[in-house]
């Protein structure tokens, strides 16, 4: 069964500053999917974004970006520039290569952002 | 731009009581999915539903719960006779056809069985 790990339950940032969430899991497969999710106190969850594990270019969007580290199992989230905004729960998650298939969550990591 | 709705945002139920928490997926999307999250452990995945029949469940899912689309519109998660251990945010989530590996999650609906 495929677990992953978020070791940081809580990180800060100031404001305009850089920071990196980690991310490990366990899979047997090779093809995947692998996300991160945003939850604000408004709790609705956003996704951030998504790397596919055939694809050995690092995901980036706008302020966001990963680093995948397929032979390690390590996928680190980087949020450039900080903002207040970006004050949220950031889950990792692991999806089957199949699609459709369970999202298996990490514990999430509590980032505030401080003015 | 379209979104997953979940009603209510706060139930608070009596313990063997049954409850039902409604969501209305993404109008043209196909599956649908229903998560949930214990204060302070990590998000856990209950069931998925396609074509009117359950696709997939986990050993969560067990006989208490059930799901159901009744009208086209609503996907409903019922708990037959909750327990205390029920208390959770509860999560629907749907997305638009088999190939597709976004999920769209509502905004939870907290129960709390008392």
């Known amino acids: 069964a495929q677990t992953v790990t978020q070791s940081q339950p809580e990180m800060s940032v100031q404001e305009a500053e850089t920071v990196t969430l980690s991310c490990t899991y366990d899979?047997?497969?090779?093809?995947?999917?692998l996300f991160w999710y945003k939850q604000p106190p408004s709790r609705q969850m956003i996704l951030v974004i998504r790397q596919e594990a055939y694809k050995q270019q690092n995901a980036t969007e706008n302020r966001f970006s990963v680093n995948f580290q397929k032979a390690a199992k390590s996928f680190s989230l980087k949020i450039s520039d900080s903002q207040l905004g970006d004050t949220a729960m950031y889950f990792c998650?692991?999806?089957?290569?199949?699609?459709?298939?369970?999202?298996?969550f990490g514990k999430g990591t509590r980032l505030s952002v401080i003015a | 731009e379209p979104e997953v709705t979940q009603t209510p945002s706060h139930q608070v139920t009596q313990m063997g009581q049954e409850v039902i928490l409604r969501c209305v997926p993404i109008?043209?999307?196909?599956?649908f999915y229903w998560y949930r999250q214990i204060l302070g452990q990590k998000v856990e995945f209950l069931v998925s539903f396609y074509n009117n029949e359950i696709s997939e469940k986990s050993e969560i899912f067990d006989d208490q719960f059930s799901v159901e689309r009744p009208d086209g519109s609503n996907f409903t998660l019922k708990i037959r006779s909750t327990k205390l251990e029920d208390s959770a945010m509860y999560f629907c989530?749907?997305?638009?056809?088999?190939?597709?590996?976004?999920?769209?999650f509502g905004q939870g609906t907290r129960l709390t069985v008392v």
């Open positions: 998650a692991f999806m089957s290569r199949f699609g459709n298939t369970p999202l298996v």
């Open positions: 989530a749907s997305s638009r056809d088999r190939q597709d590996t976004e999920a769209f």
């Open positions: 899979t047997s497969e090779s093809n995947y999917y």
């Open positions: 109008s043209n999307h196909l599956y």
